[in-house]
């Protein structure tokens, strides 16, 4: 509204204006005049424009407030006439939003329903599950148990071999060291022996045997010599 | 002609000496008596030993002097030489010492028994306890009691044993 009247404001300036100014341009077409002449002349038309003007001005004011009032009495009327189609609307749209709510919540429910149904087929499936899980763990410990028992006695029955095995071969390979031992130390018994028998010949033969039995002897030898070709 | 003396002067060389060192010793001693006969110089024995005065005493007896002519003194002393450079040595390994006479009849019975010309060196060996051992050509041979105890130890140890099992 108050756009619409400085509207109208400037509409009335400008014809002022414009009208001023055909009212110079003619006075300056007439031609030449004189001057005190034209000044009454354009002083007359001033004084004429601007009466129309305020004419115009008042006109203009008037219907400003007629358009004033009309405009008023027109919002005022579009806002009952809004209002009442708002309310209606309202209305309409409070009815369609709340069964559209009722629908809504009504399909809540439903999916609250199926949710918990579904939650609960699934917690019966999982309880399933589990079941059969332990069932099969169970299962699977049994037989690994079972298998464990079955190679731990036949590794036990191995090492007990192993064991009987190489404690036979060492009590062999000891039995062959004491033998070879013992073969041993008679062996040096043996030679103890017999160098004790010759260090006593020879002790005693030395004092025994006189030279005429050694001579013998040696005659026994260089005959012994003799016999087997030896100094040929 | 000289083949007679050579093996008269050699088989007195044998049976006197023991080692090629001794005889030639001994050829020496054969050449100074022999020259002390045909001239009549007398031969000094004060620094000969037994052995060496034995040797010259059997040459005297043997009437060598009258065997060998002058002049072929020195070929047949030179062949005599070449000769005992060639004879074999017989090393014998006694037990004991023996005396001067029982080397002598040890030396005759090898002769007795080989019948050849041959030296024999005489070497000590306690160990064999008892006979002799004996060295010809590089081989070594022993015919002593401690060879035969080796060759009976195992008799002798069971016998030894068993004398220990019964008495023990």
Known sequence: MPILIAFLIAITISGAYLFLHFQIKGVKKSGPISLDDKTDEAKKKIDEAISKAQEILEETEQKQSKILEQTQHQAEEFETHLEEDFAKNASSVKTLFESEIKDFSDKISQAEASYLKYLDDLKKASLAVQEKSLETVKQQVGELFLRFEQNLSDFLAQTEQKSTQSIELEIQATRHLIDSYKTQQLKVIDENIIAMLERTLTLVLTKKLNVTDQTELIYESLEQAKAEKFIV | ?168
């Not at chain 2, 045909?38 to 060496?52: G, T, V």
């Not at chain 2, 023996?98 to 000590?124: A, C, M, P, Q, W």
């Open chain 2, 1 to 168: 002609m000289h083949q007679e003396t050579i093996k008269k002067i050699l088989d007195l060389l044998t049976s006197h000496s023991k080692t090629t060192h001794e005889a030639s010793r001994y050829i020496m001693l054969l050449k100074s008596y022999l020259e002390a006969e045909y001239f009549n110089s007398p031969l000094d024995l004060n620094e000969l030993n037994d052995a060496e005065k034995a040797w010259i005493k059997t040459l005297g007896e043997e009437n060598i002097s009258q065997t060998i002519s002058k002049d072929s003194l020195g070929e047949i002393l030179k062949e005599v030489k070449s000769a005992v450079e060639k004879i074999d040595i017989l090393v014998l390994f006694t037990a004991v010492e023996l005396t001067t006479e029982g080397y002598n009849e040890v030396i005759k019975k090898v002769r007795s028994l080989t019948n050849k010309h041959l030296l024999i060196d005489f070497r000590l060996d306690p160990t064999l306890v008892a006979g002799c051992s004996l060295i010809w050509k590089g081989v070594y041979k022993d015919y002593s009691l401690k060879s035969r105890i080796e060759k009976n130890r195992d008799l002798i140890l069971s016998q030894f044993k068993a004398y220990i099992n019964t008495y023990a």
